[in-house]
Every structure is written in structure tokens, then in C-alpha cells.
């Protein structure tokens, strides 16, 4: 079974700047695997932010970026705002098969 | 403007049946893939099954074990996932996903609100 694994939870202040990454469990994160993101606020439904490894939609805000880090795929946030405290999910494609990891909580403090 | 809606949750019994639907408006529903995603209480996003845009290809995450089945209505813009053998572990929002081209990397661009299952006696 398939296992993509994100940081828990991250914290990080107003302003400041805060990586996240994804890891698979068959290897290396490379583009192939179509890395895609998600934000989570509770209530909401999830929000796409970053498709095929670091392309951004049009309403995702530039602060939102992403990329291949050290064998995962990672989503780097650059002058963090209060309103990105959300949980964050990346997406692996496995050729016929979507597997999210267990999400990353992001505290901004 | 892209709207997913979904409706048919509700509270069911361990072994029953349910199916869901999604009205799906402003864009061209028959040229998209489209998926059902999950959130169960407390717990990540999990892909569920997925559907081409001809409905003759589809996929499940391999943990239902055949339980559920999705199809599409493309002459009525509408998803479908008829959900048999129900556990409570299937309790979680549901949500209709468009799919615009995963095997290309964009994935999931779009949601509904979801959808509530509750599997309980």
C-alpha cells in the first residue's frame, strides 16, 4: 500500500516563510508524480493551489509556490498571512490511482 | 462560473445502500475526468473512485473492495457514486471533484461543498 507522508504540523510567524513536504513511500517524489496541493480551512471545501509540481492556478496567490526538494515535493509559503492557517494536503498521481498524504497543519503564530 | 452540488448523504445503516449526485454547471461536463473524494471526521483527504469522460473508464481506491460504484450522466451534467455494503468507517463528507487532466497534473481543480455520510445503527 502506498504511503505519502507529510509533516503533522508546522507553526511558523506572520511574515515569515515555511516549507512543506511530501514523501512517497515508493521513492523519490519526481515530476512524474504530478505533485498537486491543497488548502483545508474547516467548513470549506478544499481549495486547489499548485498543479503538476509548482504551477499555480490563476487565483492562487503569489506567496504559494511549488517544487521538488531532496527527493519530495514540497510547497514553500513566502510572507505568511494570518488567513493561510489551514491544514495542507499534497496529491500523488500513481497512474490510475490518487493518493493524498495525511496533511500538514499549519499554525501561524 | 464552475459549480459543483452535490446531495443524496444522509444517515444509513451499517450494510446499507446509498447513492450520491452531483449537479455539475459552467463548464462543459462531458470533456472532464471527475472523482469523489472523502474527508471522514478528524481524519485527511482520501480519494475514492474516479470516472473518464466517456464513463467507460474507471477507478476505485482499493480498500472498497467493490462496494461502491461511480458513473455519469453526461446528457444530464450529473456524477453518480451508488455506495452498497455501507461500514462506518465510510462516515465523511463526500465531495465532488472535477479532474481536468491528472495524467497531465492538473488534478481536482474543482470542488463542491461536499456531501454528509453517516454510517451508524
Known amino acids: 500500500q502506498t504511503v505519502v507522508t507529510q509533516e503533522p504540523s508546522l507553526t511558523v510567524s506572520p511574515g515569515g516563510t515555511v516549507t512543506l513536504t511530501c514523501a512517497s513511500s515508493?521513492?523519490?517524489?519526481?515530476?512524474?508524480?504530478?505533485a498537486n496541493w491543497f488548502q483545508k480551512k474547516p467548513g470549506q471545501a478544499p481549495r486547489a493551489l499548485i498543479y503538476?509540481?509548482?504551477n499555480k492556478h490563476s487565483w492562487t496567490p503569489a506567496r504559494f509556490s511549488g517544487s521538488l526538494l531532496g527527493g519530495k515535493a514540497a510547497l514553500t509559503l513566502s510572507g505568511v498571512q494570518p488567513e493561510d492557517e489551514a491544514e495542507y494536503y499534497c496529491?500523488?498521481?500513481?497512474?490510475?490511482?490518487?493518493?493524498f498524504g495525511g496533511g500538514t497543519k499549519l499554525t501561524v503564530l | 462560473e464552475v459549480q459543483l452540488v452535490e446531495s443524496g448523504g444522509a444517515l444509513a445503516q451499517p450494510g446499507g445502500s446509498l447513492r450520491l449526485s452531483c449537479a455539475a454547471s459552467?463548464?462543459?461536463?462531458?470533456?472532464?475526468?471527475m472523482s469523489w473524494v472523502r474527508q471522514a471526521p478528524g481524519k485527511g483527504l482520501e480519494w475514492v473512485a474516479n470516472?473518464?469522460?466517456?464513463?467507460?473508464?474507471?477507478y476505485y481506491v482499493d480498500s472498497l473492495e467493490g462496494r461502491f460504484t461511480v458513473s455519469r450522466d453526461n446528457a444530464k451534467n450529473s456524477l453518480y457514486l451508488q455506495m452498497n455494503g455501507l461500514r462506518a468507517e465510510d462516515t465523511a463528507v463526500y465531495y465532488c471533484?472535477?479532474?481536468?487532466?491528472?495524467?497531465?497534473?492538473?488534478?481536482?481543480?474543482?470542488w463542491g461543498q461536499g456531501t454528509l455520510v453517516t454510517v451508524s445503527s
Open positions: 471533484v472535477r479532474d481536468p487532466d491528472c495524467t497531465r497534473g492538473v488534478c481536482f481543480d474543482y
Open positions: 459552467g463548464f462543459t461536463f462531458s470533456s472532464y475526468s
Open positions: 470516472i473518464m469522460e466517456d464513463g467507460n473508464r474507471k
Open positions: 515508493t521513492g523519490a517524489v519526481t515530476s512524474g508524480y504530478y
Open positions: 503538476n509540481t509548482d
Open positions: 496529491l500523488l498521481f500513481y497512474g490510475g490511482a490518487w493518493v
